[in-house]
């Protein structure tokens, strides 16, 4: 399937490129170059602002649980136990705040759903936190480690586009991670993140920030127009208009 595109142009130099337009696919290679990018700069003003607030040190955690033949149930099941898990008091007492990421594999015994979690806080008793665990889902799958920060993003967003998977089972997988969230912040992360402000793009031709302005390609029955998303947004919802001009994604090319 050919992927679908938007142009966005500079408003002071004029240069214009592609953006490619979000497929739904989580593990699409054209999307996740743009969206992984977003999420690490999201994660590391994360990470920056918990060291500045002195929140503790930085740990990872894996929670799993059984491999399952149903994913969807499974992927509800480890996120359900996971915010659980959260109002445990070994939770509460040692952890600040963190954010986590999930990551589905498959084989023989089925699908296997992680949650990847980077926490930030005091130390946490590994053997109340794994019977924490165990009394909630039934499973013994947790596993932590003391981790340096300047090794937190890696680890964390390492997942957000892998797979290990056979080929036929990644539409399911992707179809069944649609709905969650790339990543989910947690605790003091979660009141930090409120005041994240994504950042302004500059131009790569004039330097120029916060410039660009997005514009779809419009047949308009003898030539191709740009024209402002807005305003194709209107046109294509004018019933009553006796011509109507339809937005056609941008070439990629």
């Known amino acids: 399937m050919q992927h679908r595109f938007i142009s966005i142009v500079c408003g002071n130099c004029g240069r214009m ?8 696919d989580r593990f699409c290679p054209v999307c996740s170059v743009r969206r992984l990018a977003r999420v690490r700069h999201r994660l590391a003003y ?7 607030d002195g929140l503790g040190q930085f740990r990872h955690l ?11 149930p499974m992927i509800r099941r480890l996120l359900n136990g996971f915010k659980k898990l959260r109002s445990r ?8 705040g963190g954010a986590y990421v999930v990551e589905v594999t498959s084989g023989v015994s089925g699908y296997h759903a992680h949650l990847h979690i980077i926490t930030q806080g005091d130390f946490i ?3 109340q ?36 998977a056979p080929e036929n089972d990644v539409p399911l997988i992707s179809d069944c991670l649609s709905k969650v969230r790339l990543f989910n912040p947690f605790g ?4 930090i993140n409120k005041g994240y402000v994504t950042p302004l ?53």
């Open 17 to 24: 490129q592609y953006v490619p337009i979000y497929c739904g």
């Open 46 to 52: 994360l990470i920056e602002q918990g060291k500045k």
């Open 62 to 72: 894996t929670l799993t649980i059984q491999s399952q033949g149903e994913l969807r």
């Open 89 to 96: 008091r070994v939770w509460r007492m040692s952890v600040k």
């Open 125 to 127: 008793p590994w053997r």
């Open 129 to 164: 936190l794994r019977d924490a665990w165990r009394a909630i889902t039934g499973a013994t799958g947790c596993w932590i480690s003391r981790i340096p920060a300047s090794a937190c993003l890696r680890y964390l967003t390492k997942y957000l586009s892998k797979i290990e």
């Open 188 to 191: 003091a992360w979660h009141s």
């Open 201 to 253: 793009h500059s131009c790569p031709n004039c330097g120029r920030v916060g410039s660009y302005m997005p514009y779809w390609l419009v047949y308009g029955g003898d030539r191709w127009v740009m024209m402002d998303v807005d305003a194709v947004d209107q046109i294509n919802h004018a019933r009553s208009a006796p011509t109507q001009a339809s937005a056609t994604p941008a070439p990629a090319g």
